[in-house]
């Protein structure tokens, strides 16, 4: 309670809080210029366990995030938590943050590209995922964790590939892949295994996120493609991490069937990939 005190009073109109009950809030962070040029969104859920013994679900929203860039900064939220072990570390991270993008103002990166690529383009569409957050019973899902050999040998393998049930919504097609992956290249070879079925590679979408724990620093490699549909990449890996999935990529293929659906795509995204992580 001190702390979300603290940094209402430190942030001010920047800090929003989504649902109080719930503990779910939103940060809104910038390079610190007259007029930012790089701006990102963090949005947190504070678990009952934090922060003795929890550290936040979080989710960082920005449309120029993505690939390395979102790798990076993941890592260095996930470091911050581990040497704070049991201590308050939300302004530790928006400071961090807050670095990355004064760094990136200061130095030739190009601005952010921010246009939007999806057909289909929502007003608000960056913060109604959380407002849509429903706490998930843990009895009621089973955690997935691939315990896997990250030996050489297994990195060579592709991993066993499955296949969700489809939904379809207004001649728009849903279906979720799912394979267990220990590594970066085990994540590529599936991918371009699934794009070997010439109707995977037909989709409008092929969105996609990964989480690999890394055993020796602690900390987790993830990562997340929209592949034209603005944010959707993002909140399948934030269902991911609140279903704290290791080690395991998730892909949903969307056939596009000409009506527009608006929130309700990301609903379905979501849908097809918790129901094939519980299966």
């Not at 940060?27 to 678990?47: E, G, H, S």
């Not at 939220?77 to 201590?87: A, H, R």
């Not at 599936?190 to 989480?211: D, G, M």
């Amino acid at each position: 309670i001190d702390e979300i005190e603290a940094l209402s009073s430190i942030y001010g109109e920047d800090w929003c809080v989504v649902d109080e009950d719930e503990k779910i809030y939103c940060i809104k962070i910038n390079d610190c210029l007259d007029q930012p040029k790089w701006t990102l969104c963090l949005q947190v859920i504070l678990p009952p366990g934090y922060p003795a013994a929890e550290p936040p679900i979080y989710q960082l929203n920005a449309p120029w995030l993505r690939g390395q860039d979102y790798v990076e900064l993941a890592n260095s939220l996930e470091e911050i938590y581990v040497q704070n072990l049991g201590e308050s570390i939300l302004y530790l991270w928006v400071e961090k943050i807050r670095e990355v993008l004064i760094e990136k103002a200061q130095s030739s990166d190009p601005e952010p590209d921010i246009k939007k690529t999806s057909e289909e383009v929502d007003e608000d569409d960056g913060d109604d995922f959380l407002l849509d957050y429903q706490p998930i019973q843990e009895d009621s899902i089973k955690i997935v964790n691939y315990i896997t050999s990250e030996s050489q040998e297994v990195d060579e393998e592709l991993p066993s590939i499955h296949h969700g049930s489809p939904i379809t919504d207004r001649r728009s097609t849903f279906q979720a892949h799912l394979a267990p992956v220990v590594t970066p290249r085990q994540v590529k070879k599936v991918l371009e295994k699934l794009y070997e079925n010439k109707k995977i590679a037909s989709a409008t979408h092929n969105i996609y996120a990964y989480r690999i724990y890394c055993e020796d620093k602690q900390t987790f490699l993830q990562d997340c493609e929209d592949d034209g549909e603005t944010a959707a990449g993002g909140r399948l890996l934030h269902l991911m991490q609140i279903l704290n999935v290791h080690n395991v990529l998730v892909v949903v293929s969307r056939w596009y069937g000409g009506i527009l659906l608006g929130p309700d795509r990301f609903k379905h995204i979501n849908n097809c990939a918790r129901n094939i992580l519980v299966e």
